[in-house]
């Protein structure tokens, strides 16, 4: 994202989210929080696998990305998450971002009526207004992207989330981001491989900020840029992090992927 399209993303929610506050109000989004039902433990989830030595796959469902464009022409949510399941996919992270990834907080809704696990909304929080928005439409867990926000904001953030009873994901790209992210105690931290700046991705950043987060309280994942099975083993073997977040990479080869033969 060159300067930027992350900023012109962050710009672009804030705006969208200022709007719609003058429409929603919390408590009707605290009364909708109360009739759902559908709410799963993300975080139990990853740590009931991590406790058995066994991997985790967040299997990431979005139709579209800035660094890839239109991944699915023909795009169904609820199809992708039943064939996930079908592979035994420990959580999901549904993209809901709407004009640069083309998601939909909807598309939560619509996979927790058919589908019972965990999941992630994956989007550009901005606002603590935005933690209340998805959790009224089923999301268990919030990302909180370090690069985007102030820390001040991103406080604020895993302060909502944790009152709500939801899981964070505190995303790190940078030695610096990494140190940050150690006093989020009770959030997984997850790594991006992804040079939200570029656009490219490397696993060595992976490798590069293990180091910092290895004494973290709760598991690490490493997320994007994972291609195969061999790639995920190899972060495994280097790491020890068990907790593998992917999604371009499942999304072009949906029907007979060999990276879920690691469950």
């Known amino acids: 994202m060159s300067e930027n399209i992350l900023k012109k993303i962050i710009d672009n929610k804030t705006l969208k989210i200022n709007s719609l506050k003058k429409d929603i109000s919390i408590?009707?989004?605290?009364?909708?929080?109360?009739?759902n039902n559908t709410f799963i433990d993300f975080k139990k989830k990853i740590l009931n696998n991590y406790n058995q030595d066994k991997i985790s796959i967040i299997a990431e469902i979005k139709k579209a990305s800035p660094s890839a464009g239109i991944i699915i022409e023909d795009y169904n949510p609820v199809n992708i998450a039943n064939i996930y399941k079908s592979n035994n996919a420990t959580c999901l992270s549904v993209l809901?971002?709407?004009?640069?990834?083309?998601?939909?907080?909807?598309?939560?809704?619509?996979?927790?009526?058919?589908?019972?696990?965990?999941?992630?909304?994956?989007?550009?929080?901005?606002?603590?207004?935005?933690?209340?928005?998805?959790?009224?439409?089923?999301?268990?867990?919030?990302?909180?992207?370090?690069?985007?926000?102030?820390?001040?904001?991103?406080?604020?953030?895993?302060?909502?989330?944790?009152?709500?009873?939801?899981?964070?994901?505190?995303?790190?790209?940078?030695?610096?981001?990494?140190?940050?992210?150690?006093?989020?105690?009770?959030?997984?931290?997850?790594?991006?491989?992804?040079?939200?700046?570029?656009?490219?991705?490397d696993l060595n950043t992976t490798f590069d900020i293990y180091n910092v987060l290895m004494n973290h309280s709760f598991p690490l994942i490493s997320e994007s840029g994972i291609k195969n099975k061999e790639e995920l083993l190899e972060i495994k073997k280097k790491t020890k992090i068990k907790n593998f977040l992917i999604g371009e990479s499942l999304l072009k080869n949906l029907n007979n992927n060999n990276i879920f033969s690691v469950l």
């Open 27 to 35: 408590d009707s989004l605290s009364q909708k929080i109360k009739e």
């Open 96 to 201: 809901t971002e709407e004009d640069f990834f083309l998601g939909n907080l909807i598309h939560i809704s619509k996979i927790k009526q058919k589908i019972d696990l965990p999941i992630l909304c994956k989007d550009f929080f901005v606002d603590r207004f935005q933690v209340h928005l998805a959790k009224s439409f089923g999301a268990d867990a919030i990302l909180i992207i370090l690069a985007g926000i102030s820390e001040e904001m991103a406080d604020q953030l895993y302060e909502e989330a944790i009152k709500l009873n939801m899981t964070v994901i505190v995303e790190v790209h940078t030695v610096g981001e990494a140190k940050i992210s150690l006093k989020y105690s009770e959030a997984l931290i997850g790594i991006n491989n992804r040079n939200l700046i570029t656009l490219k991705t």
